[in-house]
T-cell receptor, first 114, second 114 residues
Framework: EPEVTQTPSHQVTQMGQEVILRCVPISNHLYFYWYRQILGQKVEFLVSFYNNEISEKSEIFDDQFSVERPDGSNFTLKIRSTKLEDSAMYFC????????????FGAGTRLSVL | AQSVSQHNHHVILSEAASLELGCNYSYGGTVNLFWYVQYPGQHLQLLLKYFSGDPLVKGIKGFEAEFIKSKFSFNLRKPSVQWSDTAEYFCASYGRAAGNKLTFGGGTRVLVKP
C-alpha cells in the first residue's frame, strides 16, 4: 500500500534555529497538508497546498512557517526561527481529491525545541 | 466553525469486551466523517469513513461506526476487542464547504488488557 513518508522521525533544535521537515506524499495525490499535535492536545491543521500554492492556512501558520514542493515529489515545511512552543509532532498528509478528501498520513516528525 | 469532540480520553478494557467510542461533530453543512487509529509509534491509519448513504459503515479490523445525523454523532464500535487494538483513536470531520482541512477530536487512548 502506498505510504506518506516523513523525515526525520525526530528533530532536535535550538530555539531560534531554522528547521525543515520533509515529506514525500503518495505519488498520484494532488492535495498536501501539514498538521501538528502538541503533546496532550488535539491534532491541529496548519496548511493545505494544491497546484503549487497554499490553498488554506490556519492562524497557527504565521510568517515563521512556509511550505514548498521543490521537486515534484517532496513537500517541505520550514520553520524559520523556532520557538519553544513549536515543539510538537508534525504530520504530513496527502489526498487524491477534494470531494472525498481521504487523507493519508505519515508517521510524523517529533520536533523538540530546546 | 467545525469542531469535533470525543467523550472519553482514556478507556481500559479486557480482551473480548465490547468497545464504543463517542464522537460528536458540529457543522451545519454536508460533512464527511472519519475514524483514524494510531498504534504506538506508527502513523495515523484510516479505520473507516462516512460520506453518504448507509449510516452504518464498516471498516477494517472489525470496526464499525454509525452516523446519526439528528445527534451529530459518529460513534465507533467493535463487538470484541483484542490486545492488538491498544491504540489511540481519532474522530475527524471534513466540511465540504469549509475548505479541505480535517478537524480532529482530542483522541481516545484505548488500552486492552490481555
Amino acid at each position: 500500500e502506498p505510504e506518506v513518508t516523513q523525515t526525520p522521525s525526530h528533530q532536535v533544535t535550538q530555539m531560534g534555529q531554522e528547521v525543515i521537515l520533509r515529506c514525500v506524499p503518495i505519488s498520484n495525490h494532488l492535495y498536501f497538508y501539514w498538521y501538528r499535535q502538541i503533546l496532550g492536545q488535539k491534532v491541529e491543521f496548519l496548511v493545505s497546498f494544491y497546484n503549487n500554492e497554499i490553498s488554506e492556512k490556519s492562524e497557527i501558520f504565521d510568517d515563521q512557517f512556509s511550505v514548498e514542493r521543490p521537486d515534484g515529489s517532496n513537500f517541505t515545511l520550514k520553520i524559520r526561527s523556532t520557538k519553544l512552543e513549536d515543539s510538537a509532532m508534525y504530520f504530513c498528509a496527502s489526498s487524491e481529491d477534494r470531494a472525498k478528501n481521504i487523507q493519508y498520513f505519515g508517521a510524523g516528525t517529533r520536533l523538540s525545541v530546546l | 466553525a467545525q469542531s469535533v469532540s470525543q467523550h472519553n480520553h482514556h478507556v481500559i478494557l479486557s480482551e473480548a469486551a465490547s468497545l464504543e467510542l463517542g464522537c460528536n461533530y458540529s457543522y451545519g453543512g454536508t460533512v464527511n466523517l472519519f475514524w483514524y487509529v494510531q498504534y504506538p509509534g506508527q502513523h495515523l491509519q484510516l479505520l473507516l469513513k462516512y460520506f453518504s448513504g448507509d449510516p452504518l459503515v464498516k471498516g477494517i479490523k472489525g470496526f464499525e461506526a454509525e452516523f446519526i445525523k439528528s445527534k451529530f454523532s459518529f460513534n465507533l464500535r467493535k463487538p470484541s476487542v483484542q490486545w492488538s487494538d491498544t491504540a489511540e483513536y481519532f474522530c475527524a470531520s471534513y466540511g465540504r464547504a469549509a475548505g479541505n482541512k480535517l478537524t480532529f477530536g482530542g483522541g481516545t487512548r484505548v488500552l486492552v488488557k490481555p
